[in-house]
Structures are given as structure tokens and as C-alpha cells.
């Protein structure tokens, strides 16, 4: 009966386990010292760790790494009521907190709710006062949340229990962690425990170890201890990028042929709104292409770090607004639209671009956009020259037997249209034969974007530029408003970017205040000199002239000729391009 008893007690200290037990004409047995693992013990202790249940995935709901709450769960977020029956949930509870930046985020428990305690009790709980009294017990039992996460078994586990002769009385079968943390925690019920070797475990970056010994698994599992990130802190946002790596993050730019800015915020002003049709584009060769209108801007990116530690350099030197070492806080795609999320300190970018995962633009659809209704032309760029009002009276028209038509007051010109794809590349292939202006459209163009509402058309020269072409649904307004005056005499300016031939000279007018008059008099001044010139618009406010006599800096601005690119309340491009060399001088205004 001796053995019989002995079963029984297994039974009751271990719980759900699986216990085979030995008959009373068994042998004894000596333990295998190596293989024993006694209450108290450091690799006890350390075992324990391992196995306590983590609290830390749900800290977003407790803010307490030492419990976790039973899903699931009812919590009200930002005034949002969802119901939270997984993990995935605790991603939503992220999203809308993420959705405005400066609004106070609360998430409001529905009680009661069932809390799992480190090992594996549960306790129900009423309100928020017995919550934070609960996790401030516990935090102090256990050393500030004193879990090891960077390891784990690989179940099943298997122990033999041995009595006070030695004899083998039991077989346990461990296939959890709770099962795990009960086993440990009844050692001191036992004679000899022993566990049944090779065990596998496995580590943080998803690779596994065998074991062989108790003394191996002590130094495996105080070698894997603080090897990760275990989270335990409530910074939500700070384990966005826990995968990220730099590779990723150029295979998303890749993809992608266009990005647009989301979000942009620095020293608490919101830029964004002053980079509305911006394209950037991002190339594997750590260049950055910036189109905007007929203006091009360029500069380089460059990532390095991995996980949450990815540092990405920008430096685009015509746009210092985007120019810094940022951190990569996320990457995040959801169907098509593509987020790349960066930010140092409170300083927030972030790019977004809505493409095909494969960064591929579907030729079905090219078709069936482009041959349903009217198209104009809103942009056309060639040789870094604006020539998109040329086209400006012409409706476009294009029939599945692949002819085309531009029609304006004179009349009607037939052309042909096809697509073609062999080099893995769509190219939209134009052709208007000889017939002045439409011959300039003449081309096969790669084609960027396609939607029922814009088609973004692209054709690389050999020399580097790129000419642009851009349908749309609305005919072209002019581009520039006929309001340009008003925008320059309505407060004051200041040089966001001067850039000549590629020469970055931002950094002469720094601290400069520009004040544009009615009467056509400019004056520039930082408080300590002063520089006075003239100023006019020309041409449907298409032309800008100015003339700051010999006064340096500002001599360089003088000419009679600038482009205006675009123009705004906030912002105002100009653009000359030299007659001589060829050369490219651009000039952007912001708005103080």
C-alpha cells in the first residue's frame, strides 16, 4: 500500500500532470546527481523565473508587468468601447491612441475583470483602486517584476520522483509553464526530483539549445537573462520595430515608386500641410528624388541599426525640414497603403504611399482607367522646363482599339496608344505623330500610379532628368494662382532653401526677415543689416523679378526672369534656369 499512498500524494501536489507510478517489487534507484533539481536551489529559482506567467503584453491595459488580465475584456479607449479577445487587440487599443497626436489618451476598464498573477492565480477585481493596489503587491513581491522572458521550454517535459529509499514513485509529464511553475513550486514535497535530459529550450531570436544537464540548464538560462527586449516598461510605441531591420525598410521604399508626407512635425509646428504634392521617391542607391510641379529636388538616405535602434539619415539639402538622424519607429502596411513612421524626440515624419505590396502597377487597370471618360493634362515636365499650359485647352480621349484623340478649339488629332511590360516595368506608350505641341507627348512613358482619378506617367533621360506627364479627371487651373502679390505683401518671409548649380547657399540668408510691399519694394533684414530692392510679378503671376542692386547676399536672387513653381499662403517657389551653363538656380519662401 506503501505505493499506492505515495501515488496519491504526487497526485495531489502536482495537479493536472500525468503521473505513472511503480509497483512495490521495483528496484531502487540511485538519482542521477546531474540530473537532480532540489527546492530552493538556484536553478530552482531560476527555473521558476522563466515559467512566471508575463504580464507585460497587456501593460497597455494594467500597466503592470506582473499580472496580465483574463481576455476577454471590455475597455474604452479615447471614448471607443471594444471588446478584447486576443492579442491583436492590444494593437488596436495602439491604433487609436496613435490617431491624434496631442489629444489626452485614457483606456477605461469595464469591471469587473479576472487578473492572472505570476503564478498563475487568479483574483477578480472591481475598480481601478484594487488593481493598482494589486500590481504594487505584487511588483514588490517580486523585485520589480523579476521574470526571465528571453528563454523557453520546449514541452512536453518529463520528471521522475523518487522517495526517501530511493525507489522511482512517479512519472510526471510537464506541458506548460503553469504546469512548470507548480512542479517547481512542490519540489520540497519530494525526496529526489530529477529531470529527464535532453530537454530543448528555446532562445529569444527563435533558435533552440539542447541541454543535457542541470548545471548546463543554470548557465543556459543566466547566459539568455536581459539578451531581449522584454517590454516591461509602458511605452506602447517603443516595441513597434522590433523586427525592423534595414533591409526591410529598402525593399518597403523599393516597392513603392511614391511617397507622400503624412505627417510632419517639428519644434511643435505642424509642416505637412506645406508639402502637399511632394512625390519622394527612394532608391536603393540611398538617393532621394523629390518632385514637385516642374521642380526637382535630391538628396540621400541611409539606415543603420537594427530592431528598435534604426537610425535613418536624411539630407535632402533644399528641404531642411526633412533633414536629420531619425529614429525608426515603425513600418507599418495594411493592404496597400504602406507607412513608414519616424521620429527623435518629439519631432514626428512620417511617409506614406498607397501601392501594390509587389510595388507593381497593374496593367488592367491602366486600361480600364484610361480608357473610361475625359483625361487632361495637369502637369507635363520636360527638361526641368513647365510646359503643362500648353496643353491646357486639350481634352485627351482614349479607345480600347488602342487610338487616342486630343481635342481643343482646333480641332481633333488622332494618335495610338498601347502598354507594354517585357522588362517587368508598365510603360504607357504615346504616340501623336508630328503634329506640334502633342509630338512632345510622344513617348514611352513608366507609368507610376494609377487610379480612376489621376494616372502619374515618368520617362528618365539619358542626362538625368526626368520629364513628367500627369492625366487627370479636372482640367489644368493655370497652376499658379493669380493671387501670388497678396500672398508676398501678407506678412513676412523668410529663405526656407536657396540652392545654385547644386550648391546648397541656405545658410547665407539665415536669420533673415524678407518684407514684400505693395509699392514693389522688398527689404531684407536680420536686425543688424539691412538690404533693399525691388520686386514684381509678370506674366498671369507665371514670372517673378528681383533686384537687390550689389546688396550681398541678396545680389544672387537678382533677375528678371525667375519661374514660379508653385505658390501658396505658406510658400512660394521660384526657379531660373541658366542660359548659359544650364545651370539651375531654386529659391523657396516660407512664411514666417
Same mark, same amino acid.
Given at each position: 500500500m506503501k505505493t499506492i499512498k505515495a501515488c496519491m500524494l504526487v497526485v495531489l501536489g502536482i495537479g493536472l500532470m500525468t503521473i505513472s507510478c511503480r509497483t512495490e517489487d521495483d528496484l531502487a534507484i540511485d538519482p542521477p546527481q546531474e540530473e537532480q533539481i532540489e527546492a530552493n536551489s538556484a536553478i530552482a529559482n531560476l527555473v521558476s523565473r522563466t515559467v512566471a506567467n508575463d504580464g507585460s503584453p497587456d501593460n497597455i491595459i494594467d500597466g503592470a508587468? !506582473?499580472?496580465?488580465?483574463?481576455?476577454? #475584456?471590455?475597455?474604452?479607449?479615447?471614448?471607443?468601447?471594444?471588446?478584447?479577445?486576443?492579442?491583436?487587440?492590444?494593437?488596436?487599443i495602439e491604433d487609436i491612441i496613435d490617431l491624434f497626436d496631442d489629444d489626452v489618451d485614457s483606456v477605461v476598464i469595464s469591471y469587473p475583470i479576472t487578473v492572472?498573477?505570476?503564478?498563475?492565480?487568479?483574483?477578480?477585481? %472591481?475598480?481601478?483602486?484594487?488593481l493598482a493596489a494589486l500590481a504594487a503587491n505584487c511588483l514588490d513581491d517580486n523585485e520589480d517584476d523579476d521574470d526571465i522572458e528571453c528563454i523557453d521550454f520546449q514541452y512536453p517535459i518529463t520528471a521522475s520522483i523518487f522517495d526517501d529509499n530511493n525507489e522511482v514513485i512517479g512519472t510526471i509529464t510537464i506541458n506548460s509553464d503553469s504546469e512548470m511553475y507548480d512542479f517547481i513550486d512542490d519540489l520540497e514535497d519530494y525526496a529526489a526530483v530529477t529531470m529527464d535530459f535532453p530537454i530543448t529550450v528555446i532562445l529569444a531570436d527563435g533558435t533552440t539549445q539542447t541541454v543535457n544537464t542541470i548545471q548546463e540548464l543554470e548557465n543556459v538560462i543566466e547566459d539568455a537573462d536581459d539578451t531581449c527586449d522584454e517590454?516591461?516598461?509602458?511605452?506602447?510605441?517603443?516595441?513597434?520595430?522590433?523586427?525592423?531591420?534595414?533591409?526591410?525598410?529598402?525593399?518597403?521604399?523599393?516597392? !513603392?515608386?511614391?511617397?507622400? #508626407?503624412? *505627417?510632419?512635425?517639428? %519644434?511643435?509646428q505642424?509642416?505637412?500641410?506645406?508639402?502637399?504634392?511632394?512625390? &519622394?521617391? &527612394?532608391? +536603393?542607391? /540611398?538617393?532621394?528624388?523629390?518632385?514637385?510641379?516642374?521642380?526637382?529636388?535630391? $538628396?540621400?538616405?541611409?539606415?543603420? /541599426?537594427? $530592431?528598435?535602434?534604426?537610425?535613418?539619415?536624411?539630407?535632402?539639402?533644399?528641404?531642411?525640414?526633412?533633414?536629420?538622424?531619425w529614429n525608426l519607429h515603425e513600418i507599418e502596411q495594411e493592404d496597400d497603403e504602406v507607412e513608414v513612421d519616424l521620429r527623435l524626440?518629439?519631432?514626428?515624419?512620417?511617409?506614406?504611399?498607397?501601392?501594390?505590396?509587389?510595388?507593381?502597377?497593374?496593367?488592367?487597370?491602366?486600361? %480600364?482607367?484610361?480608357?473610361?471618360?475625359?483625361?487632361? #493634362?495637369? +502637369?507635363?515636365?520636360?527638361?526641368?522646363?513647365?510646359?503643362?499650359?500648353?496643353?491646357?485647352?486639350?481634352?485627351?480621349?482614349?479607345? @480600347?482599339?488602342?487610338?487616342? @484623340?486630343?481635342?481643343?478649339? %482646333?480641332? @481633333?488629332?488622332?494618335?495610338?496608344?498601347a502598354t507594354d511590360s517585357d522588362d517587368g516595368e508598365l510603360e504607357l506608350l504615346l504616340n501623336y505623330g508630328e503634329a506640334d505641341p502633342l509630338d512632345e507627348l510622344t513617348e514611352d512613358w513608366d507609368v507610376v500610379e494609377v487610379t480612376n482619378e489621376i494616372i502619374r506617367l515618368e520617362d528618365a533621360d539619358d542626362d538625368g532628368t526626368v520629364d513628367t506627364l500627369t492625366l487627370e479627371r479636372t482640367p489644368f487651373d493655370g497652376g499658379t494662382t493669380d493671387t501670388l502679390a497678396d500672398y508676398l505683401i501678407d506678412g513676412l518671409w523668410f529663405v526656407a532653401s536657396y540652392v545654385e548649380d547644386n550648391d546648397d547657399q541656405?545658410?547665407?540668408?539665415?536669420?533673415?526677415?524678407?518684407? &514684400?510691399?505693395?509699392?514693389?519694394?522688398?527689404?531684407?533684414?536680420? /536686425?543688424?543689416? @539691412?538690404?533693399?530692392?525691388?520686386?514684381?510679378?509678370?506674366?498671369?503671376?507665371?514670372? =517673378?523679378?528681383?533686384?537687390?542692386?550689389?546688396? =550681398?547676399?541678396?545680389?544672387?536672387?537678382?533677375?528678371?526672369?525667375?519661374?514660379?513653381?508653385?505658390?501658396?499662403?505658406?510658400?512660394?517657389?521660384?526657379?531660373?534656369?541658366?542660359?548659359?551653363? /544650364?545651370?539651375?538656380?531654386?529659391?523657396?519662401?516660407? *512664411?514666417?
Open positions: 508587468s !506582473c499580472l496580465s488580465v483574463q481576455l476577454p #475584456v471590455t475597455v474604452t479607449v479615447n471614448g471607443i468601447e471594444i471588446v478584447i479577445n486576443d492579442s491583436d487587440g492590444y494593437e488596436d492572472i498573477l505570476v503564478n498563475f492565480s487568479t483574483v477578480v477585481v %472591481n475598480s481601478d483602486a484594487e517590454d516591461d516598461d509602458n511605452d506602447f510605441d517603443d516595441d513597434d520595430c522590433d523586427n525592423c531591420t534595414t533591409s526591410e525598410l529598402a525593399d518597403v521604399f523599393n516597392q !513603392c515608386a511614391e511617397w507622400t #508626407v503624412d *505627417k510632419l512635425e517639428r %519644434n511643435d505642424d509642416l505637412e500641410d506645406n508639402y502637399e504634392g511632394y512625390f &519622394f521617391s &527612394f532608391g +536603393n542607391d /540611398g538617393s532621394i528624388t523629390v518632385t514637385q510641379n516642374a521642380t526637382t529636388y535630391t $538628396g540621400s538616405w541611409q539606415a543603420s /541599426g537594427t $530592431g528598435n535602434n534604426i537610425d535613418v539619415v536624411i539630407n535632402i539639402p533644399s528641404l531642411p525640414d526633412f533633414n536629420a538622424t524626440g518629439d519631432d514626428r515624419l512620417r511617409f506614406e504611399s498607397d501601392c501594390d505590396d509587389d510595388g507593381d502597377v497593374d496593367d488592367a487597370d491602366l486600361v %480600364n482607367a484610361l480608357t473610361t471618360g475625359d483625361w487632361y #493634362v495637369t +502637369n507635363f515636365t520636360e527638361d526641368n522646363q513647365d510646359e503643362t499650359g500648353v496643353y491646357a485647352d486639350y481634352t485627351f480621349n482614349f479607345f @480600347t482599339d488602342q487610338t487616342t @484623340t486630343a481635342t481643343n478649339s %482646333n480641332g @481633333t488629332t488622332t494618335g495610338s496608344w541656405t545658410a547665407d540668408y539665415a536669420g533673415y526677415e524678407l518684407n &514684400f510691399d505693395v509699392a514693389g519694394t522688398v527689404v531684407a533684414s536680420n /536686425g543688424n543689416t @539691412t538690404n533693399s530692392g525691388t520686386w514684381s510679378v509678370l506674366n498671369n503671376d507665371t514670372q =517673378m523679378t528681383l533686384d537687390f542692386g550689389a546688396a =550681398m547676399p541678396f545680389e544672387e536672387f537678382n533677375d528678371d526672369d525667375w519661374n514660379v513653381i508653385s505658390s501658396s499662403a505658406t510658400q512660394i517657389v521660384i526657379q531660373d534656369v541658366s542660359g548659359g551653363n /544650364g545651370g539651375t538656380d531654386t529659391l523657396t519662401l516660407q *512664411k514666417i
